[in-house]
C-alpha cells in the first residue's frame, strides 16, 4: 500500500500550496516518478483518487512522468542510464544489482530514478 501513502503526501502538499495561493479548485497534479520509487503508475493514480475525495483535489488529474533508473560505474566511470538484465523477469530485475552496460561491471551506484516530484499544479484560482 506504498502507493497510498504517495497519494496521500501529494494530496497534502497540493491542499497546502492551494490554500496559500487562493485556489478554488485544483484541475491537475504532474508528477515525475522515478523507476526505483517502485510506484505502480495505476495504483498511484487509483489512490491519489481516494486520498483527494472532499478536497480542493477531488476530481483532478494525476498525471505521472516516469523518470528512468540512472547509475554510475566505478570502473569505467560510465554514467547513464541503467539497464535491467536481460536474462531476469523484469519484476525481478529491477532488484538485482545493476551492471554498468559498457563494462559489465557490478561495482556501480545509482544516480537516478529514486525521486517522487510535484513537478507542478493546475488550479483555478479565486478573482481577487
Avoid: W
Avoid at 7 to 31: D, F, G, M, W, Y
Avoid at 85 to 109: E, G, H, W, Y
Wanted: net charge negative; with cysteine.
Amino acid at each position: 500500500m506504498h502507493e497510498y501513502s504517495a497519494a496521500l503526501s501529494i494530496v497534502e502538499a497540493a491542499v497546502h500550496a492551494a490554500k496559500a495561493n487562493n485556489v478554488k479548485r485544483v484541475t491537475a497534479v504532474n508528477v515525475e516518478v522515478g523507476e526505483f520509487t517502485f510506484l505502480i503508475p495505476e495504483q498511484l493514480e487509483f489512490n491519489f483518487e481516494i486520498a483527494s475525495k472532499n478536497t480542493l483535489l477531488e476530481g483532478a488529474k494525476l498525471n505521472i512522468t516516469l523518470v528512468k533508473g540512472r547509475l554510475k560505474c566505478n570502473d569505467c566511470g560510465y554514467e547513464g542510464e541503467s539497464q535491467a538484465a536481460l536474462d531476469l523477469p523484469p519484476q525481478i530485475a529491477v532488484f538485482a544489482p545493476m551492471r554498468c552496460p559498457k563494462c559489465d561491471s557490478s561495482n556501480t551506484i545509482l544516480t537516478g530514478g529514486k525521486d517522487f516530484i510535484i513537478a507542478n499544479i493546475e488550479a483555478e484560482v479565486n478573482a481577487s
